[in-house]
Structure formats: structure tokens, C-alpha cells
């Protein structure tokens, strides 16, 4: 089945559509306001969002003129790492709903450990207060679900140490090629939901000869057959596309890859530059 018909049922017992559409690089105007109007009308009903994509009110406006009621529709939100102090934390999270237009959000994470740019670090005590913040805001029903991005075993731990709810989501960089099989086997272990950024490698793994083989034979696009892997591998893609065509091509991922298939995308590296 159409990935973008399915949910997965979260440790809260909410259910998150399987197919995200991204809003990352989406230039704030007609262009941001295009890409989320046509991905809602193929059928998207994921849409992931941030304040530092400095878009939300264009994809805000989108959402509305599509018609589809707000609880068909799952929004993510999140908290930009660089700000982890609890009235920080809240003023973002404001600021986040009235920009785009919306009383709550379907799931609210922190970005990242670190702020962007750093590699140093723990920040343990700075994520505990930001995640106890968003504890705060779940347990006052503005949010139905919360969680993390870009963090590791170690930075899960300290948040299954020292706060209450062990998060329903962890949002991490995966594609063929790039699968942090030991992280993926924590959170399945924690009942903590995977969404995989970047399922199509920022693109970079379109042209890959293995992805276009497995395309010719299953007569997929390579984007399709990148969206598929994931699913497959039962984490959450979230893809983004400015193109129409592209929207309308991601939207419809009818077919599933083989065994054989999958072991060929296992096997490929990483390659070196996405996310340079
Ligand atoms: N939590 C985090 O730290 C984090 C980090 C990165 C991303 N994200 C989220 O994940 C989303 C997706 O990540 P991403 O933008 O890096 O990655 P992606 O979906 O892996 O790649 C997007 C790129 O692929 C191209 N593309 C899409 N569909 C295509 C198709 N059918 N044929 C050919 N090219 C196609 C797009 O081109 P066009 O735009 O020209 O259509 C764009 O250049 C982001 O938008 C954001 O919401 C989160």
C-alpha cells in the first residue's frame, strides 16, 4: 500500500502518517506556499515545519487554503537548538502556532543537541530543561506528541534519565548508505518512533547507478525507490521537493523493492557530499 495512506501508531498511541513532506530550503513566498498547496493536494497529510526554515507563515497559508480540516493533517514543529532555557523554549514554540497560523501542534521536537555548527559538547543539562519544557506543553494538550532530532544514544539516555516521557519520536538523517543501524536498534528497543530526513540523500543518491537499476526494474522513479528503502526499513521519511513534478512523483509509492533490493541499498556508502 501507498505509504502515504499509512500511519504509524506512536507509544502515545498517536498515529503518525508514514510520509512526511519537508519544508527545509522551501523559499518563504509563492514558492513555499506552492510546494505545500500541491503537496496537500496529492494527498501529503504530513507536514514537517521549523522556525529557522523562516517560511512557517507561506506554508501556514498553504495549509489553510487547502481545505483539509486540521485533524486530517499531522504538523511537526521544532525548537531551534541554540535556545533551550524554558521561557525560550515556550516563546518559540508561540511564536512557531501563531506564525503558521495553528492552535497545536501533532509533534513538537528539539532540533538538535547542540546548536547548529557545534561538535562539542554535551548539553545535557540544557536538553533536560528544553525537553521538560515540552513535557510541560504535552501535559497541557498543546502539543499530542513530542520528542527529539539529531540525538544519539548517549544524548537519549540522558533524557530517559532525567525526564518522564521517553520520547515518542527521534528525527535522524537516514538514507541507503547512511543508516545508523546501532541508533535505529536503541529507539525500536525505547518505543521511540524514527522519522528518516533526508530519505533521498538531499538528492544526492538519485543518480546512484544501484538506485537507478532497482528504478528500471520496477519501473520507479529513483526518488520513489529512496522513499521505499526507507518505509521498508520501518522508519518515516520526510521529503522535500519545490518541483511539481517531483511532488506529484513522491506521492505515489505503490511499489515495494525486493529482499534482494534492499541488501543491494544496504550495501552502498554513504556518500560523502550530502550534508556537506
Ligand atoms: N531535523 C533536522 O535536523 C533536519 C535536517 C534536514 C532536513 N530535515 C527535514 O527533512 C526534509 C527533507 O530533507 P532534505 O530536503 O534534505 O531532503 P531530500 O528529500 O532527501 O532531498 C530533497 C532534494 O531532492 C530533490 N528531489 C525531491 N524529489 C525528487 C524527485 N522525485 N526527483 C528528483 N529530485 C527530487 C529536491 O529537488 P527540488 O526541490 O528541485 O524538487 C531536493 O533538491 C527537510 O525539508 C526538512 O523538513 C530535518
Not at 493536494?41 to 507536514?47: A, L, M, N, V
Not at 538528492?203 to 526518488?223: C, F, H, K, R, S
Request: glycine fraction near 6%.
Amino acid at each position: 500500500m501507498n505509504p502515504i495512506n499509512q500511519t504509524i501508531q506512536l507509544a502515545n498511541d498517536v498515529r503518525m502518517p508514514v510520509l512526511g513532506f519537508g519544508t527545509w530550503h522551501l523559499k518563504d513566498g509563492e514558492i513555499a506556499y506552492q510546494a505545500v498547496l500541491h503537496a496537500l493536494k496529492c494527498g501529503f497529510r504530513h507536514i514537517d515545519t521549523a522556525i529557522v526554515y523562516q517560511n512557517e507563515a507561506s506554508v501556514g497559508r498553504a495549509i489553510r487554503d487547502s481545505g483539509v480540516p486540521r485533524d486530517e493533517l499531522f504538523i511537526t514543529g521544532k525548537q531551534p537548538p541554540h535556545i533551550k532555557h524554558e521561557k525560550g523554549v515556550v516563546r518559540m514554540f508561540e511564536r512557531s502556532l501563531k506564525n503558521l497560523g495553528i492552535e497545536y501542534f501533532d509533534l513538537y521536537i528539539i532540533n538538535a543537541p547542540r546548536p547548529f555548527g557545534e561538535t562539542e559538547g554535551d548539553y545535557f543539562e540544557e536538553n533536560v530543561t528544553a525537553y521538560k519544557t515540552l513535557e510541560q506543553l504535552y501535559r497541557d494538550e498543546r502539543v499530542c506528541a513530542i520528542g527529539v532530532s539529531n540525538f544519539t544514544e548517549r544524548d537519549l539516555d540522558n533524557i530517559l534519565s532525567n525526564c518522564d516521557i521517553v520520547p515518542h519520536v527521534n528525527q535522524i538523517g537516514y538514507f541507503a548508505g547512511k543508516t545508523d543501524d546501532a541508533l535505529v536498534t536503541y529507539c525500536n528497543d525505547k518505543n521511540i518512533a524514527l522519522q528518516a530526513y533526508s530519505p533521498l540523500g538531499n538528492g544526492y543518491l538519485l543518480p546512484n547507478p544501484v538506485v537507478q537499476q532497482i528504478a528500471a526494474e520496477n519501473d520507479m522513479t529513483p526518488a520513489q525507490v529512496c522513499l521505499a528503502y526507507v518505509v521498508q526499513k520501518g522508519l518515516a521519511p520526510i521529503t522535500k521537493a519545490s518541483s511539481i513534478e517531483h511532488i506529484t512523483s513522491n506521492a505515489q509509492v505503490n511499489q515495494e523493492l525486493t529482499s534482494q533490493q534492499l541488501s543491494m541499498l544496504d550495501a552502498l556508502d554513504e556518500d560523502p557530499r550530502v550534508f556537506d
